[in-house]
């Protein structure tokens, strides 16, 4: 009854938040300003806008990427679906012009977030590359009739985005999908598919979740794999597109990323809340920026979450040689020709330093001048693929290696 009960809070909300977004507009309109500079105005407007910020969406946000700088001058980018399934859409972000460049696919996580949370990264490679991401579709929309979707399925489409990609393409895996990007790169390597990547890079993934583990570690081996179906899968309300089907809500996991960081998100919007009564709009700005990203939430399908909890950070399947994609044992040592850089950050507390390189060990044909391995220094797990750091530090290395295997 746990998304029933979540759905009957939405619902009972909705006069509110409807209230405050209509009021919002009305207390800051120009034409009121004796009204408007009234302390008592500005903060009852605050308020409201602290309370739609607030709020829990269940749909993707823009991309928001219209153009790009790339060599020197500002180039139109125009989104296009290459290849769409119940569970996703390959998306291009087709530059104006034609040239050619790398190909370019950013495996996204599957994580209670969207796509668009990898915005910045993206953006950032547009800049040399002709880049596509995999869009993974809200499962609360997904009917029934299309089936399960769990972590065979979640590799299988790796490699069917590859193939529509066509060969000497590219994949950068960012965080929990490193270790499905890896075993579909393996299979590749193995069966020699003309689309297998020509190189893959891993950013802050749990490849070995053994090595110096994190308190998100931890709390999935706390609990037996039964606890997890029990207390956190629930079923969609009917009145969604995915009415029945069995998931890991996505407000589920946004309330414990939250609690994770409690006071620091406590404090965000104690100061968003002072910025907007101070008339500080572009400070407020980003904290409403990052937030809306933040609060937008997507759906788990439960065979996905329970598989990826019970392998990845319970029995720890690859690096014990034991994963298997549809019965078939995945060997990493199969990759010979595809380049190899992993990523991790020193300060990160969700994915430690060690747990992405050894990806690294378990490619083991791979010659040492086809492995890079980098630390960067003073970020959390956030920094390695997004802001400054990776900008100007990463970003030129993943450049280097991408554009190097070509």
């Given at each position: 009854?746990?998304?029933?009960?979540?759905?009957?809070?939405?619902?009972?909300?909705?006069?509110?938040?409807?209230?405050?977004?209509?009021?919002?507009?009305?207390?800051?309109?120009?034409?009121?300003?004796?009204?408007?500079?009234?302390?008592?105005?500005?903060?009852?407007?605050?308020?409201?806008?602290?309370?739609?910020?607030?709020?829990?969406?269940?749909?993707?946000?823009?991309?928001?990427?219209?153009?790009v700088a790339s060599k020197g001058e500002?180039?139109?980018?125009?989104?296009?679906?290459?290849?769409?399934?119940?569970?996703?859409?390959?998306?291009?972000?087709?530059?104006?012009?034609?040239?050619?460049?790398?190909?370019?696919?950013?495996?996204?996580?599957?994580?209670?977030?969207?796509?668009?949370?990898?915005?910045?990264?993206?953006?950032?490679?547009?800049?040399?590359?002709?880049?596509?991401?995999?869009?993974?579709?809200?499962?609360?929309?997904?009917?029934?009739?299309?089936?399960?979707?769990?972590?065979?399925?979640?590799?299988?489409?790796?490699?069917?985005?590859?193939?529509?990609?066509?060969?000497?393409?590219?994949?950068?895996?960012?965080?929990?999908?490193?270790?499905?990007?890896?075993?579909?790169?393996?299979?590749?390597?193995?069966?020699?598919?003309?689309?297998?990547?020509?190189?893959?890079?891993?950013?802050?993934?749990?490849?070995?979740?053994?090595?110096?583990?994190?308190?998100?570690?931890?709390?999935?081996?706390?609990?037996?794999?039964?606890?997890?179906?029990?207390?956190?899968?629930?079923?969609?309300?009917?009145?969604?597109?995915?009415?029945?089907?069995?998931?890991?809500?996505?407000?589920?996991?946004?309330?414990?990323?939250?609690s994770m960081n409690r006071q620091r998100?406590?404090?965000?919007?104690?100061?968003?809340?002072?910025?907007?009564?101070?008339?500080?709009?572009?400070?407020?700005?980003?904290?409403?920026?990052?937030?809306?990203?933040?609060?937008?939430?997507?759906?788990?399908?439960?065979?996905?979450?329970?598989?990826?909890?019970?392998?990845?950070?319970?029995?720890?399947?690859?690096?014990?040689?034991?994963?298997?994609?549809?019965?078939?044992?995945?060997?990493?040592?199969?990759?010979?020709?595809?380049?190899?850089?992993?990523?991790?950050?020193?300060?990160?507390?969700?994915?430690?330093?060690?747990?992405?390189?050894?990806?690294?060990?378990?490619?083991?044909?791979?010659?040492?001048?086809?492995?890079?391995?980098?630390?960067?220094?003073?970020?959390?797990?956030?920094?390695?693929?997004?802001?400054?750091?990776?900008?100007?530090?990463?970003?030129?290395?993943?450049?280097?290696?991408?554009?190097?295997?070509?």
């Amino acid at each position: 009854m746990m998304y029933q009960a979540y759905q009957a809070q939405s619902d009972a909300m909705w006069p509110v938040r409807t209230w405050a977004r209509m009021s919002v507009p009305v207390l800051r309109d120009p034409r009121f300003d004796a009204i408007a500079a009234h302390a008592p105005t500005r903060e009852t407007a605050a308020a409201f806008e602290v309370l739609q910020l607030a709020e829990v969406t269940h749909r993707r946000p823009p991309w928001h990427i219209d153009s790009v700088a790339s060599k020197g001058e500002e180039v139109p980018v125009s989104e296009e679906a290459v290849l769409t399934t119940p569970f996703a859409t390959l998306l291009r972000f087709r530059k104006a012009g034609g040239a050619r460049e790398p190909k370019v696919l950013v495996v996204a996580p599957m994580s209670g977030h969207f796509a668009t949370l990898l915005r910045d990264t993206v953006r950032t490679l547009l800049q040399d590359h002709d880049v596509y991401v995999t869009d993974w579709h809200n499962v609360r929309d997904v009917p029934l009739a299309a089936g399960r979707f769990g972590l065979d399925e979640y590799t299988e489409h790796l490699i069917d985005f590859l193939a529509a990609m066509g060969p000497n393409a590219n994949v950068v895996a960012v965080c929990q999908p490193c270790v499905a990007a890896l075993a579909a790169v393996a299979l590749m390597s193995e069966d020699q598919h003309p689309a297998t990547p020509a190189s893959l890079t891993l950013m802050a993934g749990p490849i070995d979740c053994r090595i110096s583990p994190t308190e998100v570690n931890k709390l999935a081996t706390t609990k037996p794999i039964e606890w997890f179906e029990k207390n956190l899968i629930s079923h969609v309300p009917w009145r969604h597109g995915g009415g029945g089907r069995r998931v890991y809500p996505g407000f589920v996991q946004l309330s414990a990323f939250m609690s994770m960081n409690r006071q620091r998100h406590l404090d965000a919007f104690k100061e968003y809340y002072r910025h907007l009564v101070d008339g500080e709009f572009d400070k407020a700005e980003v904290t409403r920026t990052f937030y809306e990203e933040y609060m937008a939430v997507a759906d788990l399908s439960a065979d996905f979450y329970l598989e990826t909890v019970r392998l990845v950070f319970q029995e720890y399947a690859l690096p014990r040689g034991e994963l298997r994609f549809r019965g078939r044992k995945v060997d990493p040592a199969a990759i010979r020709r595809t380049a190899l850089l992993t990523v991790e950050g020193e300060r990160d507390d969700i994915c430690a330093i060690g747990q992405t390189l050894a990806a690294q060990d378990l490619a083991s044909s791979l010659r040492p001048y086809m492995r890079t391995h980098y630390v960067q220094p003073n970020v959390g797990h956030y920094g390695v693929f997004s802001g400054r750091r990776w900008q100007n530090h990463i970003y030129p290395l993943v450049r280097d290696v991408i554009h190097i295997s070509q």
